[in-house]
């Protein structure tokens, strides 16, 4: 195992749309695990979610974050993000543009539009983690 060079985990997290696993902490003091899709902003990154979601309480009440991004083939890979997240008290424009962005990102280009509208609407959040600490090792298995 070995650590990415410098700055090498912005190339890893956006050279092809790998599912983020996001952890917040539950009210009782749990983990709480859920898949995201995101993407960067510079250094941030950035995910939509329902403003009433189990997430967005979590967040709400304590935002401190870890997002866990992995390359599940050999010889593996990861990168671990601990920090902040917030509300970036989106307008309706700005939402929906990152709404058909991660669309476009996950689903194809062909359908961003879509997932677009069907992610961008008044009951869902833009949030950017702001990074802390992360962690970022590839070559696990050699």
Request: aromatic share 8%.
């Amino acid at each position: 195992m070995s650590r990415m060079p410098e700055g090498a985990w912005r190339d890893f997290l956006t050279s092809k749309p790998r599912t983020g696993k996001l952890a917040t902490t539950r009210k009782n003091g749990a983990p709480h695990v859920t898949p995201i899709w995101f993407d960067l902003d510079g250094d941030e990154i950035v995910f939509t979610m329902g403003e009433t979601s189990v997430k967005s309480r979590n967040i709400a009440r304590d935002p401190r974050v870890t997002l866990c991004v992995d390359d599940d083939t050999p010889p593996f890979a990861f990168v671990i993000v601990e920090g902040t997240a917030a509300n970036s008290q989106a307008d309706q424009e700005e939402l929906l543009g990152w709404a058909t962005r991660l669309g476009g990102r996950y689903m194809g280009a062909d359908r961003a539009e879509e997932y677009g509208k069907r992610n961008g609407v008044p009951s869902e959040l833009v949030m950017r983690i702001t990074p802390t600490r992360i962690i970022a090792e590839w070559a696990i298995a050699d």
